[in-house]
């Protein structure tokens, strides 16, 4: 079974300081794992995703995660943190290849000081 | 392109009363297509997929239903609605490439 745990419920950083959202998934072959982010009261835009090909992937608005099959994870950093960056970010495997559903993570809350 | 709509963007409505929630995508075919949940302060619940026009897949048993009638339009009611069905209701839709791209949402609030 595939699961999905995000380490921190909220984050708060300063604005031009890094951001590290970790995430730790757990799945019993090479999983699909994705970052979404949602800003309030919108719908998920995808941010970026794994698909066994390089293991750093880059994705947009400066974000980048790096899948590291020895420590299960999938951390999603940004060199500097944008007021506009503020949001919910959700940490996702892909379940299984019949359903074709994902599993979320609980989800963490950024908040970017000025 | 493709984008995904979802009316209406809000509902306000009394418990017991019938719901109808409606997606459509446009700008591509037999998308795989899905409805999930989000309670307040909670994670993403799936609660219903579809593969294909009257093919629908139910995750957790509950008063509501899906219905998919058309290729590009997937549709979420229920009969009665219970306090307990108040949230942010996502529509998605993928191919087989696997990621799976949202729509604005609709927030439901039973009263």
């Known amino acids: 079974a595939q699961s999905v745990t995000q380490l921190d419920s909220h984050v708060s950083v300063s604005e031009g300081t890094p951001v590290l959202l970790r995430c730790n998934y757990s799945s019993s072959y090479s999983p699909s794992l994705f970052w979404y982010v949602q800003h309030p009261n919108k719908g998920l835009q995808l941010l970026l995703k794994?698909?066994?090909?390089?293991?750093l992937v880059k994705g947009i608005n400066g974000f980048e995660a790096e899948f590291k099959k020895s420590e299960t994870s999938f951390h999603l950093t940004k060199p500097s943190a944008h007021m506009s960056d503020a949001a919910e970010y959700f940490c996702v495997v892909l379940m299984d290849t019949g359903r074709r559903a994902l599993t979320f993570g609980s989800g963490t809350r950024l908040q970017v000081q000025p | 392109s493709q984008t995904i709509h979802q009316w209406p963007a809000t509902l306000v409505q009394p418990v017991g009363s019938p719901l109808s929630l409606e997606c459509t995508v446009e700008?591509?075919?037999?998308?795989?297509l899905y409805w999930y949940r989000q309670a307040a302060g909670r994670g993403l619940q799936l609660l219903f997929y579809?593969?294909?026009?009257?093919?629908i897949s139910s995750e957790v048993p509950q008063n509501l239903s899906a219905s998919r009638p058309q290729d590009r339009q997937f549709i979420l009611s229920s009969k009665k609605l219970l306090l307990s069905d108040s949230g942010f209701y996502l529509c998605?839709?993928?191919?087989?490439?696997?990621?799976?791209?949202f729509g604005p949402g609709t927030r439901l609030l039973v009263l």
């Open positions: 998605a839709w993928s191919l087989a490439a696997e990621t799976q791209y």
């Open positions: 700008g591509t075919s037999n998308p795989n």
């Open positions: 579809s593969v294909g026009i009257g093919q």
């Open positions: 794994y698909t066994s090909a390089a293991t």
